[in-house]
T-cell receptor, first 112, second 112 residues
C-alpha cells in the first residue's frame, strides 16, 4: 500500500508567476484535500475534491484552483503568485465518509 | 467560529517525563478530534484520535482526554522519549471526511 506522494518537493517561483503542484493519493482513497502550512503555523484548509469535483473550500481566493483526475490524483494550481503564498503545501487523501487523513510530505513553495 | 486554540506553543520535557498539550474549541458541531505529529520536512502523521462519545482514549504511551462540557481536549505523552521531539497539532472536524481545523501547534523537545 503506497502513501500519499507529492511533487515537486521544493519549488522557487517569482511573484506573479503561476505554479502547479501534484499529488498522488493513497491506494484505496477517493478524496483529496489540500492544505497550506505557513512557517510555524498549523495547516489551513484550501479545498477538497471528490469525484473530480470541488466539494469544500476554505478561505482562499479563486486564484487557488484544483483538479482531481479519474485515478484520484490531484493538482493544485496557484495563479498570480504573491510573496505570502510561500508555504508548505500539503496534500491529504481519505476515503469519502471516513475519518482520518493521510498526508503527504508536502511541497515547499518559495515565492521571491 | 471554527477556531481551535492550542497551548503551549513550545514545551521542554526531560526524558521519562509526561508531556501535556491542551486544545480548546468553539464549534460544538465538531465530532472528531485527532492529534498529528509532524517532523521537520515531513507532513503531519495521525497519532491518535477521539470522538466525543468517550472521555479518554489510550494508545500505548499516548492518551487523549476529552471534556465535552468544557470544549477542551488534551494529549498526554507518558514516558516521553527524545524521539518524540516534534511538532504536535490538535485538530477538529465536523462529520466524516470534512475539513480539519488545526491548532497552531506545539513544539516539543524531550531532553535526554
Amino acid at each position: 500500500e503506497t502513501g500519499v506522494t507529492q511533487s515537486p518537493t521544493h519549488l522557487i517561483k517569482t511573484r506573479g508567476q503561476q505554479v502547479t503542484l501534484r499529488c498522488s493519493s493513497q491506494s484505496g482513497h477517493n478524496t483529496v484535500s489540500w492544505y497550506q502550512q505557513a512557517l510555524g503555523q498549523g495547516p489551513q484548509f484550501i479545498f477538497q475534491y471528490y469525484r473530480e469535483e470541488e466539494n469544500g473550500r476554505g478561505n482562499f481566493p479563486p486564484r487557488f484552483s484544483g483538479l482531481q483526475f479519474p485515478n484520484y490524483s490531484s493538482e493544485l494550481n496557484v495563479n498570480a503568485l504573491e510573496l505570502d503564498d510561500s508555504a508548505l503545501y500539503l496534500c491529504a487523501s481519505s476515503l469519502q465518509g471516513g475519518y482520518g487523513y493521510t498526508f503527504g510530505s508536502g511541497t515547499r513553495l518559495t515565492v521571491v | 467560529q471554527q477556531q481551535v486554540k492550542q497551548s503551549p506553543q513550545s514545551l521542554i520535557v526531560q526524558k521519562g517525563g509526561i508531556s501535556i498539550i491542551n486544545c480548546a474549541y468553539e464549534n460544538t458541531a465538531f465530532d472528531y478530534f485527532p492529534w498529528y505529529q509532524q517532523f521537520p520536512g515531513k507532513g503531519p502523521a495521525l497519532l491518535i484520535a477521539i470522538r466525543p462519545d468517550v472521555s479518554e482514549k489510550k494508545e500505548g504511551r499516548f492518551t487523549i482526554s476529552f471534556n465535552k462540557s468544557a470544549k477542551q481536549f488534551s494529549l498526554h505523552i507518558m514516558d516521553s522519549q527524545p524521539g518524540d521531539s516534534a511538532t504536535y497539532f490538535c485538530a477538529a472536524s465536523r462529520d466524516a471526511g470534512n475539513m480539519l481545523t488545526f491548532g497552531g501547534g506545539t513544539r516539543l523537545m524531550v531532553k535526554p
